[in-house]
């Protein structure tokens, strides 16, 4: 059985960080991409980082040089931290895993909630 299983989210002020962890399991995690989405309320869910099975990474413009995604495939296990973190960035985050082999596979994790506030 397929499970992603998100921690670490949590309320920070703003300027601070977090570190999201999802933990795989049920699957071939070295396989897969592995991304985060986040989801703000009355907001679409949209793509913040993605990493690669072959190790290459994209962000999203708004988190550039602020979120770095990073995988360890002997754990599988996928982190996102977060510094410099905006009241904007408050969203639900999501972790997914993706891949291709005759047919799409596609999981999500339940979500953990970020909220950036003073």
């Known amino acids: 059985q397929v499970q992603l299983v998100e921690s670490g989210g949590g309320r920070v002020q703003p300027g601070g960080s977090l570190r999201l962890s999802c933990a795989a399991s049920?699957?071939?995690?070295?396989?897969?991409?592995m991304s985060w989405y986040r989801q703000a309320p009355g907001k679409e869910r949209e793509l913040v980082a993605l990493?690669?099975?072959?190790?290459?990474?994209t962000y999203a413009d708004s988190v550039k040089g602020r979120f770095t995604i990073s995988r360890d495939n002997a754990k599988n296990t996928v982190y996102l931290q977060m510094n410099s973190l905006k009241p904007e960035d408050t969203a639900v985050y999501s972790c997914?895993?993706?891949?291709?082999?005759?047919?799409?596979?596609?999981?999500w994790g339940q979500g953990t909630q970020v909220t950036v506030s003073s």
């Open positions: 997914n895993a993706r891949t291709w082999d005759l047919r799409l596979y596609d999981y």
């Open positions: 049920g699957f071939t995690f070295s396989t897969y991409a």
């Open positions: 990493s690669r099975k072959t190790g290459g990474t």
